[in-house]
C-alpha cells in the first residue's frame, strides 16, 4: 500500500481565501481552483467579473501541477519550441497548461494537491497562486 | 442590450454553505456546485469522501438546470427512451446530466443560475440541492 | 490533511496476475486494468488475442469503479432507461462504464483503487474481475 | 493477406522489466507502456510516485513511435516550428508525442510494436526506453 496525504476541503478554502485577497489587493478577479493529491478538483471559486474561459483553465493549471509535481510556470519554460516537452500541451486530452498559475501544495516533502489561478497576466495569476499556497495551513 | 441578472461568487457560496449543511444532517458527502446565468462555472466545492466521479456531474447537472431553465429530475422524465427528448444526454459534448439534483437559481421571475448536487442517491442529491437553493438570498 | 490509501505498483500486479489466471481458466483472454485511489491507471495487461476495442473500456471500468465507489455492475442497475442515473454514462468524458467488470480494490474500509476487466461476456468479466480481487493482499 | 507480426504481453513485460530496472538505478520513477504492431497497449506499468500526467504521454509516446515508424526524439525535431511536420502533434486527438521517450520495437526488419517512457527529465526517458528496448528479445 502506498499513502497518499491529501489537501481537505477545509483547508482548499484556506487557500483559494488567501489567494483571493491578493486578488483582490492587486484588483484583478481571478479564477481559482484546487485539486487533491489524486489530481481531481476539491473546490473551485470564480471571482466576480473574472473570464468565463479561465474555469476551465485554472482547474487544469492546478491538474497540471499535481500531474508533473511542478509549477506550470516552470513546465512553461520547458514546454516552448525546441525545448525538452514541447508538444506536451496536447496531451493529457488538453489538460495541461504550460503557463504560470498552477503551483504543486506540499506538505512533509510531499505534493498533496495543487493550486491554479487564472483570469490576468502570468505574473498576476502567478503571484496570486503563490499567495494561495502561502495561505496553506496542513491540519495535523 | 440586455441584461442578465446572475448569482454573484458571495451568493454561490451561501448556497453551497447551504447545501453542505443539509448534506452533512443526512451524512452524505456530496460535490455542490454552483453556475451562473451564463452557465458558467462560479464555484464547486467537494466535501471529503464525496466520489470523485462526482465533480464533473454536480458542474454538469448546474450547467444543465440552467441550460434548459428546468431542474434536471424533471427533464429526466422527458428524456427517457420513447419520451420528446430522449437522446438530449448526449448534445452538449456529454455535459447534459438526465437525473435528480441540478435546480435552477430564480429571482424575480428570471433564472440566474443554478445548483448542482452530485454524490448520494438521486432522492439525497435532491434533497440536498433543494436545501440549497433554499439557502440563496440575493442581495438587493 | 487527508489521507488516501491507494494500491501500489507491486499490489496492482497481483491482482492482474489474479485475474489473468481466472481468464486462462475459462479460456477467454481480457484487457485488466488497475487504477489507485486517486482514479489513475497503475498498470495494466492486454492478454494475447483480447479486443483492442477493451484496452479503452478496462482502463474506464477501473476509473468509474473508483469514481463512484461502486462496482460498475452495480451500476448498471441504476444507470438504465427508467433508473435514478439513467444517463450518467455521458459524463466524465465518457469515461463512464455501466456494466459489469469493474470493481472497487478496499483495504481497512476504504477504497484504495478499483480493477476493470473487458473483453469477455459480462459474466465472464465480472467473475474475472472477482478473481483479481481476490488476489488482492495489502502490504502492511 | 498481410502478416502483423506483434509484440505478445509476456515480450511486453520483459520490455517493462527491462525499463524499470534502468529507471531504478538512476533512481527515477516513470510510466512504461507499451503497444503492439496495431499501434494498441499492450501492457502499462506506473512505478510508485512516478507522474499520474505521464500516464498518457507514456501511452502515447508508444502510440506515437508505432504510428510513425520513428522514435518520438526524432519526431520531434521534423515537429518544431518551422521544420516540415510542424503541427502534427495536434493531430490524431492529441496523441502525437513530439518529445524523447517513445521508440519503435522491431523484429527482422519490421515495426512490431513499440515503447514509451514518461516521467523524467527527455534524457531520463530517452534512456530507460532504450534499456527497455535492449531488454526486447523475441520468442523464436
Same mark, same amino acid.
Given at each position: 500500500m502506498r499513502n497518499l496525504p491529501s489537501v481537505s476541503l477545509e483547508e482548499a478554502r484556506q487557500i483559494i481565501t488567501g489567494g483571493e485577497r491578493k486578488a483582490q489587493e492587486i484588483g484583478q478577479p481571478v479564477n481559482i481552483a484546487v485539486v487533491d493529491a489524486g489530481g481531481n478538483l476539491v473546490a473551485h471559486a470564480r471571482m466576480d467579473g473574472a473570464w468565463i474561459g479561465s474555469v476551465d483553465i485554472s482547474i487544469n493549471k492546478a491538474f497540471t501541477a499535481r500531474a508533473f509535481d511542478i509549477s506550470t510556470g516552470e513546465l512553461a519554460g520547458n514546454a /516552448?519550441?525546441?525545448? /525538452?516537452?514541447?508538444?506536451?500541451?496536447?496531451?493529457?486530452k488538453g489538460r495541461v497548461m504550460v503557463f504560470a498559475g498552477g503551483i504543486p501544495l506540499q506538505h512533509e516533502g510531499q505534493v498533496v494537491g495543487a493550486v491554479g489561478v487564472s483570469g490576468g497576466t502570468g505574473e498576476q495569476d502567478q503571484a496570486i497562486a503563490e499567495a494561495a499556497v502561502a495561505a496553506f495551513r496542513p491540519s495535523r
Amino acid at each position: 500500500m502506498r499513502n497518499l496525504p491529501s489537501v481537505s476541503l477545509e483547508e482548499a478554502r484556506q487557500i483559494i481565501t488567501g489567494g483571493e485577497r491578493k486578488a483582490q489587493e492587486i484588483g484583478q478577479p481571478v479564477n481559482i481552483a484546487v485539486v487533491d493529491a489524486g489530481g481531481n478538483l476539491v473546490a473551485h471559486a470564480r471571482m466576480d467579473g473574472a473570464w468565463i474561459g479561465s474555469v476551465d483553465i485554472s482547474i487544469n493549471k492546478a491538474f497540471t501541477a499535481r500531474a508533473f509535481d511542478i509549477s506550470t510556470g516552470e513546465l512553461a519554460g520547458n514546454a /516552448q519550441p525546441g525545448a /525538452q516537452f514541447f508538444g506536451i500541451h496536447v496531451s493529457n486530452k488538453g489538460r495541461v497548461m504550460v503557463f504560470a498559475g498552477g503551483i504543486p501544495l506540499q506538505h512533509e516533502g510531499q505534493v498533496v494537491g495543487a493550486v491554479g489561478v487564472s483570469g490576468g497576466t502570468g505574473e498576476q495569476d502567478q503571484a496570486i497562486a503563490e499567495a494561495a499556497v502561502a495561505a496553506f495551513r496542513p491540519s495535523r
